[in-house]
């Protein structure tokens, strides 16, 4: 059963589309389930800046490791603080939004 | 993880974690309580009376989007009898603005309301992108905050308003709290912490039309940044977000990198940084004649205020923090020129003694502990009450700050035309 890919959802908001080519919505498949576990958002997120970001400057999207604080993740519309944040599993079909609040008022 | 349930119906799925409490709520229970505290703050803080007319400044981000819904939905819910209507600035910032400009037009269809735009090139002769060309990158963030703080009151006496609302949040108050202690400017943090500020009506003109006497405040002076992106995408809100594409302030981006960093560790730093702020206000003799609460946190501003280029356009794209600490230098040392040009040009009137107004000592509260702080003393006489002797606008100078700008520009103006022709 695994080897499959999981085609997710990603968007991006608040003028961090300006990172991806300027498009807010993107269809993302991703290796599927190794043996017990799916990929995580961990995952997810350096697979976005591996092959879906356009722009150099990857400290805009990821510091230390990890998503940049004032950029918020929901998950099927859920803060990612209550899904477990980057250690979410990813399951096919999920929506998953990055929000950044840092631009403009 | 099992779904949480809400937290205030304890049915639905909880989608929202509140940064200031953990509460887990639903996105119906979210959006009820966040307009309620708004409703809250409104009425503790007397912002509004019946009848009167609010301008709501609009730049088209989130912050005066979700202003501009959430006063909308109260007004209608509660009652309050005022008269909102959108206030724009056109800064003239090709590529930038243009498309701001669009989603304020399709907001004051969506939310009804009168829109009036008002371009730097009218009020001053000038859009920041010919100001760029002219003075550089470099410190161009001070020219257009000096420039829309006085544009947005302009714009508001145009239309008969007195009262102007602008998207200021939790965070953006955090942030300027932390730069003026940063700086050690303490006299200013009780303006920038205060809900209400205004221009003294008695010392300056009768006209019912001038720009001196307009009343600002921050009605989402307690919301968290996180819970207006929320609020706005929850309730599918259009709003656009860009950078300004002049360099935003380095040193303001370093302070909304460090409030970001601390919300990531402790939610409630924000809050509590803002709190803060407002409680050592209080403590500032002389600062900036705030009544300290006792007038309901009213205090009067003069030129500057929170927010260097847009409200809270700041760090993020380009702005980013090893960049930042190269622009620093650059960015603080604009600054400083504005700042240093405007203290020396201070003319010595009769009622100033080594660059002590008497005046300001007849304004003090009675009570005030002034003669305990000399130092603090020294440094608020910049903030005396005055009016500009070109434009009429309120001054801590003989000449108000903008119009010092405008000399600047206007001086080299000529020789570029020549260039030009
Ligand atoms: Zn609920
Ligand atoms: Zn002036």
Redesign the pocket.
């Known amino acids: 059963m695994a080897s499959d890919t999981i085609s997710i959802t990603v968007e991006f908001t608040g003028g961090l589309e300006l990172l991806f080519g300027n498009k807010k919505k993107h269809t993302v498949s991703l290796p599927g389930a190794s043996k017990t576990k799916n990929p995580d958002i961990t995952f997810l997120v350096n697979h976005l800046c591996e092959n879906l970001m356009q722009d150099s400057r990857r400290e805009l999207f990821v510091l230390d490791g990890g998503v940049r604080p004032g950029i918020l993740v929901l998950i099927n519309d859920a803060d990612w603080e209550l899904e477990g944040e980057e250690k979410y599993e990813l399951q096919s079909g999920d929506h998953v939004l990055f929000v950044s609040t840092l631009h403009g008022g | 993880m099992p779904p949480a349930p809400c937290a205030i119906c304890e049915t639905n799925r909880a989608l929202i974690l509140r940064p200031k409490n953990h509460q887990k709520l639903c996105k119906t229970c979210f959006i009820n309580v966040f307009e309620t505290e708004i409703h809250n703050t409104i009425i503790s803080n007397k912002l509004f009376s019946r009848g009167e007319k609010v301008a709501i400044g609009a730049s088209g981000g989130k912050d005066s989007t979700v202003l501009a819904s959430v006063l909308k939905t109260l007004n209608e819910r509660y009652d309050y009898g005022v008269k909102l209507m959108l206030l724009s600035i056109d800064e003239g910032i090709k590529g930038y603005r243009d498309d701001s400009l669009e989603t304020v037009k399709r907001n004051a269809q969506q939310y009804d309301m009168p829109l009036t735009i008002v371009g730097y090139d009218e009020l001053y002769g000038w859009t920041m992108d010919q100001v760029v060309e002219q003075v550089g990158k470099k410190g161009n963030c001070t020219y257009c905050g000096v420039f829309r703080r006085q544009a947005l009151d302009r714009g508001a006496a145009t239309l008969g308003v007195r009262h102007v609302v602008t998207g200021h949040n939790a965070d953006d108050i955090a942030e300027t709290v932390l730069m003026n202690l940063l700086r050690g400017d303490l006299p200013r943090l009780s303006r920038t912490t205060s809900i209400i500020t205004s221009t003294p009506s008695a010392s300056v003109s009768d006209d019912p039309n001038s720009h001196t006497n307009i009343k600002r405040s921050k009605p989402l002076k307690y919301a968290y940044e996180k819970e207006i992106v929320l609020y706005a995408h929850h309730k599918s809100l259009d709003y656009f977000s860009t950078e300004c594409i002049y360099s935003p302030e380095a040193f303001r981006g370093s302070a909304r990198a460090l409030i970001k960093n601390l919300e990531r560790v402790r939610p409630s730093a924000i809050l509590d940084v803002v709190r803060s702020g407002e409680d050592m206000g209080k403590l500032v003799p002389g600062a900036s004649n705030s009544c300290a609460g006792e007038c309901g946190g009213k205090s009067q501003v003069l030129e500057e205020e929170v927010g260097g280029c847009g409200s809270s356009n700041s760090s993020a794209l380009g702005g980013e923090m090893a960049a930042l600490d190269k622009q620093f230098g650059h960015n603080e040392a604009a600054e400083m020129d504005v700042l240093e040009t405007e203290i020396r040009l201070k003319p010595k009137s009769p009622g100033q003694e080594n660059g002590r107004d008497i005046s300001k000592e007849l304004r003090r509260p009675k009570n005030s502990r002034s003669k305990n702080a000399p130092t603090i003393e020294k440094k608020s006489i910049r903030q005396v009450m005055g009016q ?1 002797s ?4 309120l ?1 801590s100078q003989a ?2 700050k ?2 010092m700008l405008l000399e600047g520009l206007n001086k080299n103006r000529p020789r570029t035309m020549v260039v030009g022709e």
């Open positions: 500009c070109r434009c009429g606008y001054s000449i108000c903008a119009c």
